[in-house]
């Protein structure tokens, strides 16, 4: 599919949603603005800044090894971490970088609204991916089942929603 399709919204089934609503767990790399690290935390989402343990300055290496071994979703601003030679899928719980102008108010909060909406709910629909998170749209980067790597695109228009898998 390379074509763009609405998704259509239906009546989630409670049972389903009780069954998926683990909450992502978070280490928030040094690129992460400290308010958004605290609006994360203020909303219940259990996050590790990497400049509240004092991790600041290290290499990214040492970010995506560690929030792996923590078995968390590293948050980033740093787009490098989709390199799949560098960090392949196998070598990460899931990588969610947030990609919005900082200076922009309206960029950053239609972010954040699709990262703790969309992503922070359901740990288990996007472990092991990795997602860039903008205003207008989601990226989601997986391996499928035969070893390829996909990407499927989420993007947000006028209150609905469409997709594109490639």
């Known amino acids: 599919m390379n074509e763009w399709e609405e998704i259509r919204a239906k009546k989630p089934?409670?049972?389903?949603?009780?069954t998926i609503r683990k909450k992502v767990r978070?280490?928030?790399?040094?690129s992460v603005e400290e308010p958004v690290i605290a609006a994360l935390s203020g909303l219940g989402i259990n996050v590790h800044s990497a400049i509240e343990n004092g991790d600041s300055g290290k290499p990214d290496e040492y970010h995506a090894s560690k929030a792996f071994k923590m078995r968390r979703f590293l948050l980033t601003k740093d787009k490098g971490f989709l390199d799949n030679r560098s960090y392949p899928?196998?070598?990460?719980?899931?990588?969610?970088?947030?990609?919005?102008?900082?200076?922009?108010?309206?960029?950053?909060?239609?972010?954040?609204?699709?990262?703790?909406?969309?992503?922070?709910?359901?740990?288990?629909?996007?472990?092991g991916q990795k997602l860039v998170?903008?205003?207008t749209q989601i990226d989601d980067h997986f391996r499928d089942e035969a070893g390829q790597d996909r990407q499927t695109t989420y993007r947000f228009k006028g209150g609905r929603v469409f997709i594109r898998a490639r």
């Open 13 to 18: 089934d409670p049972g389903f949603m009780r």
């Open 26 to 30: 978070i280490y928030a790399d040094e």
């Open 89 to 127: 899928f196998n070598r990460t719980y899931g990588i969610i970088v947030l990609a919005y102008n900082p200076k922009k108010t309206e960029q950053i909060l239609a972010s954040f609204g699709h990262l703790v909406d969309l992503i922070c709910r359901n740990e288990e629909l996007w472990k």
């Open 133 to 135: 998170i903008s205003p």
